[in-house]
């Protein structure tokens, strides 16, 4: 093997383990933000949690989706919720997403 191919399979590497955590942030971050957004629905306990775990395993396309399905609960549920609130709350889930994982902010 080249040097070069040496560092293209270290370059394919690192690329592999950002994507892996990248994905795990965003896991992350969805979760906290299905907890936040089940204490504002008034869930609490297992049912928090299997709200959050929703969030999580449901595939949204982007966050605009996200915020979407999350504002459509709380209608459903007679809470008023704005989109900016949700979004600032998707961004410091984020951030601490990537604090519990060890990852730079």
Not at 2 to 26: C, N, P, Y
Not at 68 to 93: F, N
Request: charged content about 35%; hydrophobic content about 40%.
């Amino acid at each position: 093997m080249t040097g070069f191919d040496d560092r293209e399979k270290s370059f394919e590497k690192k690329f592999q383990l950002d994507q892996e955590l990248a994905f795990k942030v965003k896991v992350r971050r969805n979760k906290l933000l299905g907890l936040w957004a089940a204490e504002r629905l008034g869930l609490t306990g297992d049912a928090a949690e299997k709200y959050a775990r929703a969030i999580v395993e449901r595939r949204h396309h982007g966050d605009n989706e996200l915020v979407a399905h999350i504002l459509q609960d709380a209608t459903e549920k007679g809470i008023t919720l704005d989109s900016a609130h949700v979004r600032a709350e998707l961004a410091r889930a984020a951030t601490e997403a990537k604090r519990q994982l060890g990852v730079p902010a």
